[in-house]
C-alpha cells in the first residue's frame, strides 16, 4: 500500500492547481489517507507488543480515531453537521460490523475456531448499548416535541455529553486498571519470531502520521459536498460509507493483521473499542466543541434513519461476540449486514439528514 503515498503530493498540487476539480481531489485525498492509516496501525501494533492487548487495542483505536476526529473537526468548522452526524454512526457501524467482520472472516480462513474473553466481549457489546441508547433518546425527545423540542435539544445534548465523558473514562479504569484481566487475551509476546521496533520509532511514525492524516482531512472534508453532487450520491450516504471507511483504515488494517496472528482479543477491543470511543468521547467531545468553534450549537439529535443502523449493528455483533467463540461464517454475517445497510442508503442518494 506505499505506492498510494504518491497521492500525497498530487493531491497537494491538485488543491493549489486545480481547485476546482473536486471529485479528483476527493478522491485523491482519500487514497492518500489509506497507507497512512495502514501505517499509523502498524506504528499502534508494534506499541500494542509492549502495552498488551487492553493498552494496545486502546491506542490503536484512539490513533485510528484521530483521522476520524480531524475530519470531523474540519466539517464542524465548516457547519456541514448533517456530514459529522453521518460519519460518527458511519464509523461505530464501520467497526462493528465492517473491521470486526473482516478479522473474524480473515481470521476464520486461517484458523478453523478463535477464541476471546466472552466476559471481556460482554462488557464492551453492554457499552454499546449504552451508546446506542443515548443516540435513541435525543432523537426521541425531538420527535415527541418537534419544533419546541429546539430550545432543550442543546442543553439536553451538552448534558448527556458530559455524562457520556465520565463513563467512558470509567470504562477505562474498568478495562486498564480494575478488570484489565478481562482484555488482557492470551497472546504472548514471546511467541512472535520478531522483537518489536523500538517505541520511540513507533511514536515518530504516529505524530506524522496524525499529521499528515489531518493536513489531507482538511483538503477531503472541503471536497464532500461537491464530489458527492457530481457522482449524483447524498452527503448522508457518503459520510456514512465512504468517509468512515477511509477514517476506519488504521482500525481495519490492524484488526485483520492481529486477527491473521489469532489474536482475537486485541482485534474485539480494536474494532469494538473504537466504536465505543467514538460513540462515548468523539461524539461527545465534539458537542461540546461546536459551542465554540461551530458557526452554531451541535445536538446528539441523529436522524432516525441512523439511530437505526447503528442500532442493528449492535443488536447483532453483541449476538457475534456473546460466546467468546468465532470463525469465518459470523464474519460473513457482520460483513453481510454491512452491505445491505450501504445498498439501502446508496438507493436514497438523496436522504436528508433532518
Given at each position: 500500500?506505499?505506492?498510494?503515498?504518491?497521492?500525497?503530493?498530487?493531491?497537494?498540487?491538485?488543491?493549489?492547481?486545480?481547485p476546482?476539480r473536486?471529485?479528483?481531489?476527493?478522491?485523491?485525498?482519500?487514497l492518500?489517507?489509506?497507507?497512512?492509516?495502514?501505517?499509523?496501525?502498524?506504528a499502534?501494533?508494534?506499541?500494542?507488543?509492549?502495552?498488551?492487548?487492553?493498552v494496545?487495542?486502546?491506542l490503536?483505536?484512539t490513533?485510528?480515531?484521530?483521522?476520524?476526529?480531524i475530519?470531523?473537526?474540519?466539517?464542524l468548522r465548516?457547519?456541514?453537521?448533517?456530514v459529522?452526524?453521518?460519519?460518527?454512526?458511519?464509523s461505530?457501524?464501520?467497526?462493528?460490523?465492517?473491521?470486526?467482520?473482516?478479522a473474524m472472516?480473515?481470521g476464520?480462513m486461517?484458523?478453523r475456531?478463535q477464541?476471546?474473553?466472552?466476559?471481556?466481549?460482554?462488557?464492551?457489546?453492554?457499552?454499546?448499548?449504552?451508546a446506542?441508547?443515548t443516540?435513541?433518546?435525543?432523537?426521541a425527545?425531538?420527535?415527541?416535541?418537534?419544533?419546541?423540542?429546539?430550545?432543550?435539544?442543546?442543553?439536553?445534548s451538552?448534558?448527556?455529553?458530559?455524562?457520556?465523558?465520565?463513563?467512558?473514562?470509567l470504562?477505562?479504569?474498568?478495562?486498564?486498571?480494575?478488570h484489565s484481566a478481562l482484555?488482557?487475551?492470551?497472546?504472548?509476546?514471546?511467541?512472535e519470531?520478531?522483537?518489536?521496533s523500538?517505541?520511540?520509532?513507533a511514536?515518530?511514525?504516529?505524530?506524522?502520521?496524525?499529521?499528515?492524516?489531518a493536513w489531507m482531512s482538511?483538503?477531503?472534508?472541503?471536497s464532500?459536498?461537491?464530489?458527492?453532487?457530481?457522482?449524483?450520491?447524498?452527503?448522508?450516504?457518503?459520510?456514512?460509507?465512504?468517509?468512515?471507511i477511509?477514517?476506519?483504515?488504521?482500525?481495519?488494517?490492524?484488526?485483520v493483521?492481529?486477527?491473521l496472528k489469532?489474536r482475537?482479543?486485541?482485534?474485539?477491543?480494536?474494532?469494538?473499542g473504537?466504536?465505543?470511543?467514538?460513540a462515548l468521547?468523539?461524539?461527545p467531545?465534539?458537542?461540546?466543541l461546536s459551542?465554540?468553534?461551530?458557526?452554531?450549537p451541535m445536538?446528539?439529535?441523529f436522524?432516525?434513519?441512523l439511530?437505526?443502523?447503528?442500532?442493528?449493528?449492535v443488536?447483532i455483533?453483541?449476538?457475534?461476540?456473546a460466546?467468546?467463540r468465532?470463525?469465518w461464517?459470523?464474519?460473513?454475517?457482520?460483513?453481510?449486514v454491512?452491505?445491505?445497510?450501504?445498498l439501502?442508503?446508496?438507493?436514497?442518494p438523496?436522504?436528508a439528514?433532518?
Amino acid at each position: 500500500m506505499n505506492w498510494l503515498l504518491l497521492f500525497v503530493p498530487v493531491t497537494i498540487a491538485l488543491e493549489h492547481l486545480a481547485p476546482e476539480r473536486h471529485l479528483l481531489i476527493f478522491v485523491s485525498s482519500g487514497l492518500a489517507i489509506l497507507p497512512l492509516a495502514a501505517w499509523m496501525g502498524r506504528a499502534t501494533e508494534q506499541l500494542a507488543e509492549r502495552m498488551g492487548e487492553g493498552v494496545g487495542g486502546l491506542l490503536n483505536a484512539t490513533f485510528g480515531n484521530a483521522a476520524e476526529l480531524i475530519i470531523a473537526l474540519a466539517a464542524l468548522r465548516e457547519g456541514l453537521y448533517d456530514v459529522v452526524k453521518a460519519s460518527i454512526a458511519g464509523s461505530i457501524v464501520g467497526n462493528i460490523l465492517l473491521v470486526l467482520g473482516a478479522a473474524m472472516t480473515m481470521g476464520g480462513m486461517r484458523h478453523r475456531e478463535q477464541t476471546f474473553n466472552p466476559q471481556g466481549a460482554r462488557a464492551q457489546a453492554t457499552m454499546m448499548t449504552l451508546a446506542a441508547i443515548t443516540l435513541v433518546l435525543p432523537a426521541a425527545y425531538q420527535a415527541a416535541l418537534g419544533k419546541e423540542a429546539m430550545q432543550g435539544l442543546v442543553p439536553l445534548s451538552v448534558s448527556i455529553s458530559i455524562v457520556l465523558l465520565v463513563v467512558y473514562a470509567l470504562y477505562l479504569a474498568f478495562s486498564l486498571v480494575t478488570h484489565s484481566a478481562l482484555f488482557s487475551g492470551s497472546h504472548d509476546p514471546r511467541d512472535e519470531p520478531s522483537s518489536p521496533s523500538p517505541a520511540g520509532r513507533a511514536a515518530a511514525v504516529l505524530a506524522a502520521s496524525t499529521a499528515v492524516i489531518a493536513w489531507m482531512s482538511e483538503i477531503l472534508v472541503g471536497s464532500i459536498q461537491p464530489a458527492a453532487q457530481s457522482l449524483g450520491l447524498g452527503s448522508v450516504f457518503v459520510g456514512v460509507f465512504i468517509v468512515a471507511i477511509l477514517g476506519n483504515a488504521a482500525e481495519h488494517a490492524t484488526a485483520v493483521t492481529v486477527a491473521l496472528k489469532d489474536r482475537m482479543d486485541l482485534a474485539l477491543s480494536i474494532a469494538i473499542g473504537s466504536s465505543i470511543q467514538v460513540a462515548l468521547f468523539v461524539a461527545p467531545v465534539l458537542v461540546l466543541l461546536s459551542l465554540v468553534i461551530g458557526p452554531r450549537p451541535m445536538d446528539l439529535a441523529f436522524p432516525a434513519g441512523l439511530v437505526l443502523i447503528v442500532l442493528l449493528a449492535v443488536l447483532i455483533s453483541g449476538q457475534v461476540a456473546a460466546d467468546g467463540r468465532s470463525d469465518w461464517l459470523k464474519g460473513v454475517q457482520l460483513l453481510a449486514v454491512y452491505v445491505v445497510l450501504g445498498l439501502t442508503f446508496f438507493f436514497m442518494p438523496n436522504l436528508a439528514p433532518h
